[in-house]
């Protein structure tokens, strides 16, 4: 799959591509069904696929004060849309010269012109240009004076209506990893490179593996049954705290997964953690010798939880 950058031209053999436009934060499955009515097009007419994405989140470039909400990274929702089979994705590195665009510019100059695409979809509630001065009939019927056609996709509904990032985000937070996980096709799951930490795990038997949280949405504070992704491409179970440790001073935000039956060094390695079960919230232990027995049950019910995947 091919990376593109929206400061620079775009390559000819690209031109004429069917367009799929929005943030895609978690690739959902309303996401899925804008994504996979661009594919259907573009093999339909012969035509290349590509996903445009933004990088950061306008949200971020309006509000940087914004608590974290991120459900993937950029490296990650590539991953997702190259299997999705996308030909190429055009990230949109989102600054003052995009966010002060009058919706008209995009549409003329940017997907007209700069990338040349023939076709362009959307969610039916997507808007865009300065003040968001740019919606789906905009683009709609100024598309079409200058060749470009546009097509809108509803939003996917369930029995509590429609799919959408937010309704993940809010399940997360009450630990509900399995709502997550069906609204989002897959488990939630936080990509960060492994970090030196005061190593008092090993010291007791469970030697963790500390991972930033960055920029993703925080879902609640607690014990959770994990699997690893780990840098050699093996899968493996696990029981992880994340929060800020309240057995420990000082307190410090971090996602610590024990990997079960693993044994290694993963320092400034990159993992993935993806989060299958919510166990318990996080507490406060008097003693060492509490804390370990209780990590010790963690562990047998996140072994217990994770048994029907097989690892």
């Known amino acids: 799959m091919i990376l593109l950058d929206h400061r620079d ?18 690739f959902h499955q309303g996401h899925q069904a804008v994504i996979g009515t661009a594919i259907d097009w573009a093999r339909r007419e012969g035509r290349p696929a590509i996903v445009a994405t933004f990088s950061p989140h306008p949200m971020r470039y309006f509000r940087p004060e914004t608590p974290p909400f991120r459900l993937t990274r950029l490296d990650q929702r590539m991953e997702l849309f190259e299997a999705a ?3 190429a994705v055009l990230v949109f590195f989102f600054d003052a010269s995009l966010a002060e665009m009058p919706a008209e510019r995009w549409i003329e100059d940017v997907i007209a012109r700069h990338i ?3 076709g362009v979809v959307t969610g039916e509630d997507f808007t865009f ?14 598309g079409a004076t200058v060749g470009v056609t546009a097509r809108t996709v509803g939003a996917v509904h369930d029995a509590q209506g429609p799919i959408s990032s937010s309704r993940i985000r809010a399940a997360l937070q009450a630990g509900d990893c399995d709502e997550a996980a069906r609204l989002l096709t897959r488990p939630f799951a936080i990509r960060g ?32 049954a994990v699997t690893g992704l780990l840098p050699d491409g093996r899968r493996v179970g696990g029981a992880a705290n994340l929060g800020i440790r309240p057995s420990f001073d000082p307190p410090k935000e971090l996602l610590e997964p024990y990997f079960f039956d693993f044994s290694g060094d993963l320092y400034d390695q990159e993992i993935e953690v993806a989060f299958h079960s919510f166990l318990r919230p996080e507490a406060k232990f008097d003693s060492l010798e509490e804390l370990t027995a209780q990590i010790a049950r963690d562990c ?12």
């Open 9 to 26: 031209p775009m390559p000819e053999n690209l031109r004429g591509a069917i367009l799929a436009l929005g943030n895609f934060d978690g």
């Open 85 to 87: 089979g996308v030909d």
């Open 116 to 118: 040349g695409a023939a």
């Open 129 to 142: 240009g300065q003040r968001r001065g740019g919606n789906t009939d905009l683009l709609r019927t100024l």
């Open 193 to 224: 490179t492994v970090q030196h930490g005061d190593k008092l795990g090993r010291t007791i038997g469970f030697p963790t593996a500390n991972v930033d949280v960055g920029d993703y949405l925080r879902p609640r504070y607690g014990i959770y």
């Open 300 to 311: 047998d019910e996140a072994r217990t939880r994770l048994a029907p995947l097989a690892l």
